[in-house]
């Protein structure tokens, strides 16, 4: 059924809208930005901000454009062409702002601060308030993760309508009245569920903080780039900040089609894991056990056994979608008898993690899958087929392995003896980043790969979107990108399939040559990712187009 | 003293008429009886004749609001009875409640037969602690008699009802600030719409009436819409509960007729105010509603549209009366301080500006105002009227504003005797301590 649209003017130019589209999402389709504090798309509406006011004809008074749905007919005017509405805006800004410390010069928020920038845009007067600010608790911690300064708060509840609505803990709530009202955890309790360090985005201001980043930068001294979340194969949307080769920051960004606006504190806090310390960035042979460092070249030279029967791939379900392509390419031209395996375990979820994660650590099976390597029917016959591969393995059948990545191992298979005992038997390449693996031990020759933080590509998630992750932190010297290792591996088995200079190079060749994605770019799959199950180059506006989609000479 | 008709005070100093024995032989549930065997929507139609206007302070229409609620949802209808009388300056509720629990009853099981309601809930006021146990005693005697519950006078109406007590909060007596409380929710006002007739207590067509209000109906469906309606003036129905205080000799509860002259309220039914001291000014409707100087108030009427034209309103008729030897900037620091500690903190203007406003006025009182502050008084209500969630914030600058308005002199003699230095010879009011004598008192 096609949806019911209605017809409005917003500053006089006509907009159409489904019907019950709020006037602040109608005022977007004009570009029109409405400012708000306590409206989100996902959460109940409480119109308490007040920043939404805006003017509708024949209203007695201002109506806030959060809870006021959109009716044909209906001329609305914003701060644009309404004096009434910037008024409104201004004092709102004026009011919200008379019991805020102000203290901008040690706040976490300043830089990305909706205090800030709405009232640069829309009050930018000097204050009239002249009396004692209200005190209240700072510092206060509301759980392992996050952490209150009560001051700061304008009283949004956007982290309680989270708690109750979303991940339905209900830890926390309003307490008191008037100037005085303060968020506070439940007695008893405290913030706690899988996915608290999201209130902290979802916070418009600074009064909820990351304890395990406060006080760490200014954001402006940070680089951010969009990138995919690779804990698990939901593929959240995320922001990462970067200074100095660190993530000192990691936020949700919003994609109606996967995580909403929300982050698991696993993804977020844990962003850190995919880019360790200690890092490998030679290539390194191993005599008893130590590594030593050695020329790259000669190490690729001690591969040409892989082509040779009883040879395993063990692939991390952390590669791109364009690595996937390149492999079944190897496969075809050098390793034809090789067994491809894809490290890919369930594990049991809690149900507050269920509304966002999936049960697995591998970001891109799917991508795998779509590659067509291996060969699997769903997320079962995955998983049995490396749980098999890793039985085969332990007695003995394979003579020579290849590991794709720091996670062609599953996370609970790592630390198993009788596998590190078979790998150390068997011939085993490892393209590996992390110098303190406990797979090192049992490795022959490691190649030195970069981390899926330092690399850009496609990723497929589980509900079958195609989405591009960016770079997000620059790549370690010496460390190189996996597609480039399996290059140079399938250059040394005797055939060359790998032209691109950089990961943007592949990702367009790739997007040229497979024609299940005929007529996609770039540009495209970040607007939001792309589903693979309904695509069709009409079906994609084709007019999207970025800088970023032509190849670099 | 003029005559009035007295439908809500007639037994209400009768010996044990709180007790059903004595109400029934007075007249109690011989209306109900009455109305069960009347069709519902005739009810509401008398209801809606009668002119009847909610006397909770909005004056909305009795049987109108009646009439929004739709009767074939399938969900259940809740009626609601506000008894949580918290506006400054008003105790009439308390008296029925006291005194007359069961004229409240059943009004309330006249509304709920017309209304198709099985379930009913007094929300009485938390500090209401004395009328709750007579209310509560009197629902217990109906239950025993068989006046509440399953089938009540043979008939096959079921209806409920139970006394929920509120927790201190003004805010409360907002009728969807109440719902939420009802709900075990914070007591915030919630957005509207959806309005309560429609979506109230937990989601389902509710309606929420004020106590005086409800204690009306008996006498509406025992004489008719009409004969209602001929007492009291045009738009201005029936009687009212008066609530008198402050500088008068006889301070109380009167039923007038709509209509009466103010002045002769003052003097006849009030006594006048206090020997040697002269009217200086009222405030007619409960604190949220604008002053009214002593000669604005000659020849103004009780009734809605007189005191409307008069620039004030009669709320639900909290009538205060102030002589001259009040410190106005203290009176009005006294109410802001009431409205900013009772804002429930939900949305921006009202949460911010109403305490900002309390502290520029303390600071006025305390002799350390500037010139200026009432011209941001001014502007800080103008910022708060019409810009918030609920009709507290409305309210709550209308005072504010008609008191730095009509007591413009007094307000900047204060501000600039500071500024001469002169000190001013009072001292500073505490309330805080004042709270506490008043617990101790008791």
């Known amino acids: 059924m096609a949806e019911e649209l209605v017809t409005l003017t917003i500053d006089e130019q006509e907009v159409q809208v489904p019907k019950g589209t709020n006037l602040i999402e109608a005022a977007k389709q004009l570009g029109t930005e409405v400012p708000y504090y306590c409206y989100h798309p996902h959460l109940s509406v409480p119109g308490n901000c ?18 006021t749905q959109a009716q044909d007919g209906m001329k609305v005017r914003t701060q644009r062409t309404s004096q009434a509405v910037k008024d409104a805006q201004a004092s709102t800004l004026e009011m919200i702002l008379i019991n805020h410390p102000l203290d901008c010069t040690v706040c976490d928020q300043a830089g990305h601060c909706k205090l800030q920038d709405y009232h640069y845009e829309y009050n930018a007067k000097p204050s009239r308030f002249l009396e004692q600010k209200e005190h209240k608790p700072k510092a206060v911690p509301l759980g392992e993760t996050v952490m209150l300064d009560a001051e700061r708060c304008i009283a949004c509840t956007r982290c309680v309508r989270f708690c109750d609505e979303v991940t339905e803990t209900g830890e926390i709530g309003l307490v008191n009245r008037g100037d005085r009202v303060t968020i506070a955890v439940k007695e008893g309790h405290e913030l706690s569920n899988a996915l608290s360090g999201t209130v902290v985005d979802l916070c418009p201001v600074g009064a909820l903080t990351h304890k395990k980043w406060r006080f760490n930068t200014r954001i402006w001294y ?22 100095d080769g660190q993530v000192v920051q990691v936020k949700a960004r919003l994609n109606e089609d996967v ?185 022959d020759v490691v190649l030195p790969a970069q981390t899926i933080l330092e690399q850009s590509g496609l990723l497929i998630n589980r509900g ?58 770039i540009a495209q799959v970040k607007k939001g990712g792309v589903c693979i199950k309904t695509y069709s180059p009409q079906s994609a506006g084709a007019d999207v187009k970025d800088p970023s989609d032509e190849v670099r000479a | 003293m003029a005559k009035h008709k007295q439908i809500l005070l007639k037994n209400i100093r009768e010996e044990g008429q709180h007790l059903l024995e004595k109400a029934e032989s007075r007249g109690a549930y011989k209306v109900i009886r009455k ?86 809930c007094i929300y009485i006021r938390g500090e209401y602690a004395y009328p709750y146990t007579r209310v509560q005693a009197a629902i217990d005697e109906c239950y025993e008699k068989g006046y509440l519950g399953e089938n009540i006078f043979g008939t096959n109406f079921t209806h409920h009802m139970v006394v929920h007590r509120g927790a201190g909060a003004y805010i409360c007596g907002e009728e969807t600030a109440l719902l939420n409380s009802l709900e075990g929710k914070k007591g915030q006002p919630r957005l509207k719409p959806p309005f309560p007739a429609v979506a109230g207590y937990y989601a389902c067509p509710t309606v929420i009436n004020n106590v005086e209000s409800l204690s009306n109906i008996p006498f509406i469906i025992e004489n008719g819409g009409e004969a209602y309606k001929s ?70 009427n009780l009734d809605y549209d007189s005191m409307k034209n008069a620039g004030s309103s009669l709320g639900c008729a909290g009538f205060m009366v102030m002589d001259d030897s009040t410190d106005v900037v203290e009176a009005v620091l006294n109410l802001s301080h009431f409205y900013s500690h009772e804002s429930c903190g939900q949305c921006t203007p009202c949460r911010e500006g109403g305490h900002w406003i309390e502290k520029i006025f303390r600071r006025i009182a305390e002799g350390n105002g500037m010139p200026g502050d009432l011209k941001l008084i001014e502007s800080l209500c103008n910022q708060i009227g019409g810009h918030t969630i609920c009709a507290f914030g409305d309210t709550m600058v209308l005072p504010y504003r008609s008191f730095i308005q009509k007591f413009e002199k007094e307000f900047k003699e204060r501000i600039s005797n500071v500024l001469k230095g002169v000190e001013h010879e009072r001292v500073p009011m505490d309330f805080q301590s004042e709270l506490v004598s008043i617990g101790s008192a008791h």
């Open chain 1, 50 to 67: 007040r920043m939404c006011q805006l003017e509708v004809e024949g209203a007695p008074k201002l109506m806030v454009g959060c809870h």
């Open chain 1, 222 to 243: 940070t680089k951010s780039t969009d990138a995919i979340c690779p804990g698990c194969s939901t593929g959240c949307n995320v922001k990462v900040y970067e200074r």
């Open chain 1, 259 to 443: 995580n909403k606006e929300w982050l698991c504190d696993e993804g977020r806090y844990g962003f850190g894991r995919f880019l360790p310390e200690l890092r490998i960035t030679e290539a390194l042979t191993c005599e008893s056990g130590q590594p030593v460092p050695c020329d790259y070249t000669e190490a690729l030279k001690g591969l040409s056994s892989l082509s040779s029967p009883k040879t395993l791939v063990l692939l991390s379900p952390q590669l791109f979608v364009e690595e996937y392509a390149l492999l079944t390419a190897l496969k075809e031209k050098a390793l034809a008898n090789a067994s491809f395996v894809v490290a890919y375990r369930e594990r049991e979820l809690s149900d507050v993690e269920k509304i966002l994660v999936s049960p697995d650590y591998a970001a891109n099976y799917k991508g795998a899958l779509f590659a067509g390597l291996p060969e699997a029917a769903d997320e079962k016959a995955l998983e049995d087929k490396y749980t098999r591969a890793l039985g085969q393995l332990k007695v003995g059948a394979f003579d020579q392995v290849l590991l794709l990545g720091d996670h062609a191992l599953a996370p609970v298979d790592i630390d198993d003896k009788e596998i590190q005992e078979a790998l150390g038997k068997a011939h085993t390449v490892g393209a590996l980043s992390h110098l303190g693996s406990a797979l090192l031990s049992s490795v």
């Open chain 1, 464 to 521: 079958d979107r195609l989405q591009y992750s960016s770079a997000s932190v620059p790549a370690v010297k010496g460390a190189l990108p996996i597609w480039r290792i399996i290059g140079d591996i399938s250059k040394q088995l005797g055939s060359e399939i790998v032209s691109a200079r950089s990961d943007r190079d592949l990702t367009l060749s790739y997007l040229g040559a497979e024609k299940r994605l005929e007529g996609l770019t």
């Open chain 2, 35 to 120: 109305a069960l065997e009347m069709d519902p929507l005739k009810i509401i139609d008398e209801v809606k004749n009668s002119g009847l206007r909610g006397r909770g302070g909005a004056g909305f229409p009795t049987g109108l609001k009646w009439s929004f609620v739709p009767r074939d949802t399938g969900k259940p209808v809740y009626l609601i009875n506000n008894a949580d009388e918290s506006e400054p300056g008003t105790f009439k509720d308390r008296l029925l409640l006291e005194n007359d629990p069961h004229l409240v009853i059943e009004g309330m099981l006249c509304a709920a037969w017309a209304l198709q309601s099985e379930w009913s």
């Open chain 2, 231 to 300: 007492i009291g003036v045009e738009n201005s129905a029936g009687t009212k509960l008066v609530s008198a205080s402050g500088h008068i000799n006889k301070p109380g509860i009167y039923e007038i007729e709509m209509g009466y002259p103010l002045m002769d309220f003052i003097e006849d039914e009030c006594g006048g105010v206090r020997d040697g001291h002269n009217l200086l000014a009222v405030i007619p409707g409960g604190s949220s509603v604008p002053v009214m100087r002593a000669e604005e108030c000659k020849g103004v």
